[in-house]
């Protein structure tokens, strides 16, 4: 509303400032519009059943002939200001059409409260005390400068604004070798570098100096991994001015210099199952032997294929796990750590004994954030631990809050293509990820871990707003999965018909660990949003 005001003609009709220190609570329906605004402290507005923040440059227009009731919160000085006005079409009919562009409900819009806003209020606010009639013109006038400076000072809507916040970031993840300073991202968005802050951490639940800090910081800890450089050269490849400030930095946000870090990081590990690489990247280790694929978790492969001396075969089958331990046991080399799932017997457990310390994670019954601390505290990380699981936490939250207004309410059901034939399916993962961390509505009951034989005419039933599938790539599974895409009563299905039909990768789907869950989220973000950058 408030760029249409521009082609409108107003009539100034009142103000009224609100403070905490006289009355917390106002209360009145009004006849006319009003414009409300905190210009100090925070409280809450509340039109019928909906209530609404008050803070510094949030600014709400509320149509004529509702009940409003503002609220100043206690702790601090609070000052709020009602501008009341009207439009001078309102009562003529033939100009109706005009009038109908005004707000018909409470319309939210940001803007930067600069010195001039500030002193125009003020100036109305003192001028519409004054017994003298003529002030009545210079009130009108400085209410159309307000009308002006708003207008101008207006920042993006709120998704445009979170698509921009969003360039930023991306911005940082790209240049974080470069010196990039607050002002120059709040310029990207035409916005003051200390409501461009606030708007970071109000998004993201951390400032945009800690996750420059934190890109950086991780940055530095892959190539310290990777060795060979210098800590001289680490720091001009991750953004800082020299080898002395990085140290520094390192071991303030990290709790360790460098050099500790590298040191803890040179423990010989075995892993026996693949799903520990989605444990042990969070926490910056790359074991000395595990098993690997260039196909299989191809993921892994690309971050450690070269980086892995001894690869093992990836599988759970007793087979695969003996022949994996009998190689083990050929290299004959001892190792700081041992880590394997519950499936290892006690027989091939005291074969690995012989190795080193072995560890057995209770894999099937131990949630994944407590896999990760109880790896962590075995190799003393319990600090990069936390850290992870509070980005895990920042990204479900910010995930949330950009799929909150349109998908929480829609359903969504998994599909599992194999052989011939289809199953309804949750994982652990999908089952904690999806529906209990990131919110979202299954479109059935289920047990995780559990299997269920569907027909497209039972998919019909349901109905579901979106379907996601984990499609087998051996021959007559893609048969069937061909097939399906032929039938009428797929065809016919709201996902189909929405384009919300998606197949994954089994990689992260099917890893139940801490890395792949991250990805996960992050995923689920792409697939359901076209406006994403991360």
Same mark, same amino acid.
Request: proline content about 4%.
């Given at each position: 509303?408030?760029?249409?005001?521009?082609?409108?003609?107003?009539?100034?009709?009142? *103000?009224?400032?609100?403070?905490?220190?006289?009355?917390?609570?106002?209360?009145?329906?009004?006849?006319?519009?009003?414009? *409300?605004?905190?210009? /100090?402290?925070?409280?809450?507005?509340?039109?019928?059943?909906?209530?609404?923040?008050?803070?510094?440059? @949030?600014?709400?227009?509320?149509?004529? @002939?509702?009940? *409003?009731? &503002?609220?100043?919160?206690?702790?601090?000085?609070?000052?709020?200001?009602?501008?009341?006005?009207?439009?001078?079409?309102?009562?003529?009919?033939?100009?109706?059409?005009?009038?109908?562009?005004?707000?018909?409900?409470?319309?939210?819009?940001?803007?930067?409260?600069?010195?001039?806003?500030?002193?125009?209020?003020?100036?109305?606010?003192?001028?519409?005390?004054?017994?003298?009639?003529?002030?009545?013109?210079?009130?009108?006038?400085?209410?159309? !400068?307000?009308?002006?400076?708003?207008?101008?000072?207006?920042?993006?809507?709120?998704?445009?604004?979170?698509?921009?916040?969003?360039?930023?970031?991306?911005? !940082?993840?790209?240049?974080?070798?470069?010196?990039?300073?607050? /002002?120059?991202?709040?310029?990207?968005?035409?916005?003051?570098?200390?409501?461009?802050?606030?708007?970071?951490?109000?998004?993201?639940?951390?400032?945009?100096?800690?996750?420059?800090?934190?890109?950086?910081?991780?940055?530095?800890?892959?190539?310290?991994?990777?060795?060979?450089?210098?800590?001289?050269?680490?720091?001009?490849?991750?953004?800082? /001015?020299?080898?002395?400030?990085?140290?520094?930095?390192?071991?303030?946000?990290?709790? $360790?210099?460098?050099?500790?870090?590298?040191?803890?990081?040179?423990?010989?590990?075995?892993?026996?199952?693949?799903?520990?690489?989605?444990?042990?990247?969070?926490?910056?280790?790359?074991?000395?032997?595990?098993? $690997?694929?260039?196909?299989?978790?191809?993921?892994?492969?690309?971050?450690?294929?070269?980086?892995?001396?001894?690869?093992?075969?990836?599988?759970?089958?007793?087979?695969?796990? =003996?022949?994996?331990?009998?190689?083990?046991? +050929?290299?004959?080399?001892?190792?700081?750590?041992?880590?394997?799932?519950?499936?290892?017997?006690?027989?091939?457990?005291?074969?690995?004994?012989?190795?080193?310390?072995?560890?057995?994670?209770?894999?099937?019954?131990?949630?994944?954030?407590? @896999?990760?601390?109880?790896?962590?505290?075995?190799?003393?990380?319990? &600090?990069?631990?936390?850290?992870?699981?509070?980005?895990?936490?920042?990204?479900?939250?910010?995930?949330?809050?950009?799929?909150? =207004?349109?998908?929480?309410?829609?359903?969504?059901?998994?599909?599992?293509?194999?052989?011939?034939?289809?199953?309804?399916?949750?994982?652990?993962?999908?089952?904690?990820?999806?529906?209990?961390?990131?919110?979202?509505?299954?479109?059935?009951?289920?047990?995780?871990?559990?299997?269920?034989? $569907?027909? &497209?005419?039972?998919?019909?039933? *349901?109905?579901?707003?979106?379907?996601?599938?984990?499609?087998?790539?051996?021959?007559?599974?893609?048969?069937?999965?061909?097939?399906? +895409?032929?039938?009428?009563?797929?065809?016919?299905?709201?996902?189909?018909?929405?384009?919300?039909?998606?197949?994954?990768?089994?990689?992260?789907?099917?890893?139940?660990?801490?890395?792949?869950?991250?990805?996960?989220?992050?995923?689920?973000?792409?697939?359901?949003?076209?406006?994403?950058?991360?």
């Amino acid at each position: 509303m408030i760029g249409q005001m521009a082609q409108l003609l107003f009539q100034f009709l009142d *103000i009224k400032v609100l403070t905490n220190l006289s009355k917390r609570t106002y209360q009145k329906r009004h006849d006319s519009y009003c414009l *409300i605004f905190a210009a /100090k402290g925070t409280g809450n507005l509340t039109i019928i059943d909906h209530t609404y923040k008050l803070q510094k440059e @949030q600014i709400y227009i509320c149509p004529p @002939q509702e009940s *409003i009731t &503002v609220k100043l919160d206690r702790e601090n000085t609070t000052t709020v200001y009602l501008i009341l006005f009207d439009s001078i079409y309102k009562h003529q009919v033939h100009l109706e059409q005009n009038h109908s562009i005004l707000a018909k409900r409470v319309e939210e819009i940001q803007v930067k409260l600069t010195e001039e806003i500030a002193n125009l209020t003020s100036s109305i606010y003192a001028l519409s005390k004054s017994p003298i009639p003529e002030n009545k013109l210079i009130i009108q006038a400085q209410f159309y !400068m307000l009308i002006h400076a708003l207008i101008t000072t207006q920042v993006p809507a709120t998704r445009d604004q979170q698509k921009m916040l969003e360039k930023t970031k991306h911005y !940082m993840q790209v240049h974080f070798r470069e010196q990039i300073q607050i /002002k120059d991202l709040a310029k990207m968005m035409h916005i003051s570098p200390k409501y461009y802050m606030e708007l970071f951490r109000k998004r993201y639940g951390i400032s945009a100096i800690q996750y420059l800090s934190e890109i950086r910081i991780e940055a530095s800890k892959n190539l310290l991994l990777s060795g060979g450089k210098t800590l001289k050269e680490i720091a001009k490849k991750t953004g800082y /001015k020299d080898e002395f400030y990085f140290s520094r930095r390192f071991k303030e946000v990290i709790g $360790i210099p460098p050099s500790l870090f590298m040191k803890r990081r040179m423990k010989k590990i075995a892993v026996l199952d693949s799903s520990f690489f989605g444990i042990l990247f969070p926490l910056h280790f790359i074991p000395s032997a595990a098993p $690997i694929h260039p196909t299989w978790r191809f993921y892994y492969f690309k971050l450690f294929g070269d980086r892995v001396p001894v690869q093992l075969s990836i599988g759970r089958s007793p087979t695969i796990l =003996n022949d994996n331990i009998e190689l083990l046991l +050929q290299q004959n080399t001892k190792y700081d750590l041992i880590l394997c799932l519950d499936n290892v017997n006690e027989k091939q457990l005291t074969k690995l004994k012989s190795l080193g310390h072995v560890h057995q994670l209770a894999w099937s019954k131990l949630p994944w954030r407590e @896999q990760l601390l109880e790896v962590a505290k075995l190799l003393d990380a319990n &600090v990069e631990a936390r850290r992870w699981l509070d980005e895990y936490e920042r990204t479900v939250q910010e995930v949330s809050t950009y799929l909150k =207004n349109d998908k929480h309410k829609q359903t969504f059901l998994f599909l599992l293509i194999m052989g011939d034939d289809c199953y309804l399916y949750h994982d652990r993962s999908i089952n904690e990820v999806l529906f209990e961390d990131l919110k979202l509505t299954p479109a059935t009951a289920f047990m995780p871990d559990y299997k269920q034989s $569907i027909t &497209v005419e039972q998919l019909a039933e *349901i109905n579901s707003d979106y379907i996601l599938t984990l499609v087998y790539e051996d021959e007559e599974t893609l048969q069937k999965w061909n097939a399906l +895409q032929l039938d009428e009563t797929w065809l016919e299905l709201k996902s189909v018909r929405n384009e919300q039909v998606y197949t994954l990768n089994h990689f992260p789907w099917r890893d139940y660990a801490a890395l792949p869950h991250l990805l996960i989220v992050k995923e689920v973000l792409k697939l359901l949003t076209e406006d994403s950058t991360s």
